[in-house]
């Protein structure tokens, strides 16, 4: 089993709709992070959690919500989904900050 | 803010040629510097890393150095292999109020033909 999943792999859904995107992690790491990839643009930090209680903003949440089920499940939310929120998005996890990260393999979002 | 700047793809090398991949970063404070790598269909995977000035990260044959007085990272390979066609992203991490989290340039495309 892979250390980071993300599920659903792909997903296509309308404009207006709700969609959740999980990840869950095996590492044992307290970090846990999504990313929104853009081409040309490269990885945007979307939210961030220290630990179970401690949710951030990153640079681009307008649209989005997150949810710290559990030190190991960490999932976002587009409330409404508009056609610019179609991309690709990554569940990273980290021990600490100053380290590598360690990513799931994305999910391919498209919003029709 | 914090920063990270690289050089546009695609780069295209045919193989045992020498690669560079050209980084340079804005930072508040001291970061940490890293080199991710992305192959087709895949999640991004640490490649190496530099914590502090004139470090030497190196991994499969890649190596970069932590360049504080021109602020660069530049990521280099002596013979770039078919298997080495890739996506390459630099990032730095900054202590933030104690807070880190990383903070990406926007992908540099490497096309390696036989």
């Known amino acids: 089993d892979a250390d980071v999943t993300q599920t659903p792999r792909n997903r296509i859904t309308k404009t207006g709709k709700r969609i959740m995107l999980e990840c869950s992690q095996t590492k044992g790491h307290d970090r846990m992070y999504w990313y929104r990839q853009d081409p040309g643009l490269g990885l945007r930090l979307i939210y961030y959690s220290f630990d179970v209680k401690d949710i951030n903003k990153g640079e681009i949440s307008d649209g989005y919500s997150v949810s710290r089920q559990a030190q190991a499940k960490f999932s976002l939310s587009l409330e409404s989904a508009i056609p610019n929120q179609t991309a690709l998005y990554f569940c990273a996890t980290s021990q600490t900050g100053g380290e590598g990260y360690t990513f799931g393999s994305g999910t391919r979002l498209t919003v029709v | 803010g914090n920063s990270v700047t690289q050089m546009e793809g695609p780069v295209t090398l045919s193989e045992e040629a020498f690669l560079t991949i050209n980084c340079t970063y804005t930072a508040t404070g001291y970061p940490s510097l890293f080199w991710y790598v992305q192959y087709p269909g895949e999640g991004l995977q640490l490649l190496l890393k530099?914590?502090?000035?004139?470090d030497k990260g190196s991994n499969k044959g890649f190596e970069a150095t932590y360049r504080k007085e021109t602020t660069s990272f530049h990521l280099e390979k002596g013979s770039v292999q078919v298997s080495d066609s890739a996506v390459y992203f630099c990032?730095?991490?900054?202590?933030?109020?104690?807070?880190?989290?990383?903070?990406f340039g926007s992908g540099t495309r490497l096309q390696v033909q036989p």
């Open positions: 530099a914590t502090k000035a004139d």
């Open positions: 990032a730095l991490s900054v202590m933030d109020t104690g807070r880190r989290a990383l903070t």
